[in-house]
């Protein structure tokens, strides 16, 4: 019943942007962490950032921080992952992810949506 579907990815060039979206449903998540996770091929996973209920709590991973924003709509139920500034090495299939619980381990995940970037 609980679902995270990604959307917005696609072929960028280096230099561009992308805006990605999360939209949730089976569950509200306003109150728990949402974040980011991210998979090249032949590579693990990594996480790319996260938000708890507050903008003021966000967490970006070195790779990504002053590029990504991410930023949440809790009436929507939806958390969004702006990407700036594209390089190749953020090419990836793009993950929604989602705490169970307030303080849990990231419990839900969505399919992922494609992110390539070309030079």
Known sequence: QVQLVESGGGLVQAGGSLRLSCAASGRTFSR?????????????????????????????????????????DHAKNMVFLQMNSLK????????????GSVGSTWTYWGQGTQVTVSS
Do not use: L, N, Q
């Open 32 to 72: 728990v962490t949402m974040g980011w996770f991210r998979r090249a091929p032949g590579k693990e996973r990594e996480f790319v950032g996260s938000m708890r209920w507050s903008a003021a709590v966000a967490v970006y991973s070195d790779a990504v921080k002053g590029r990504f924003t991410i930023s949440r």
């Open 88 to 99: 190749p090495e953020d090419t990836a299939v793009y993950y929604c992810a989602a705490e």
